[in-house]
């Protein structure tokens, strides 16, 4: 089981950049694949990015490839997502989500989730 604390969020120019991290605590962290979501009120939360358990692997939504990065660093229990170019519509509550040698980029299969960070984009 894992505990997972999102930050980073705040409020951006279009074309600037944001930096999110999602630390866990619990143990084993390096055995849980990690993705971020993002949900705007009284829409869908929607996959953004993914990364396997070694970080090896990554998957990314259409409408952020190239301009999103995600990593992960085990040692430090810790998943980032690294947003360059933002653009009004990546404006959104993010959240990352972990579960057990989970990749994935539904959202039902991930069993643990941060409460959320805020990002603004503004035009």
């Known amino acids: 089981q894992v505990e997972l604390v999102e930050s980073g969020g705040g409020l951006v120019q279009t074309g600037g950049s944001l930096s999110l991290s999602c630390a866990a605590s619990?143990?084993?962290?390096?055995?849980?694949?990690v993705a971020w979501f993002r949900q705007v009120s009284g829409k869908d939360r929607d996959f953004v990015a993914a990364i396997t358990w070694s970080g090896a692997s990554t998957l990314y939504a259409d409408s952020v490839k190239g301009r999103f990065t995600i990593s992960r660093d085990n040692a430090k229990n810790t998943v980032y997502l690294r947003m360059n170019s933002l653009k009004p519509e990546d404006t959104a509550v993010y959240y990352c989500?972990?579960?057990?040698?989970?990749?994935?980029?539904?959202?039902?299969?991930?069993?643990?989730w941060g409460q959320g960070t805020q990002v603004t984009v503004s035009s």
């Open positions: 619990g143990r084993a962290f390096s055995n849980y694949g």
């Open positions: 989500a972990a579960d057990h040698y989970t990749w994935s980029t539904r959202a039902d299969v991930y069993d643990y």
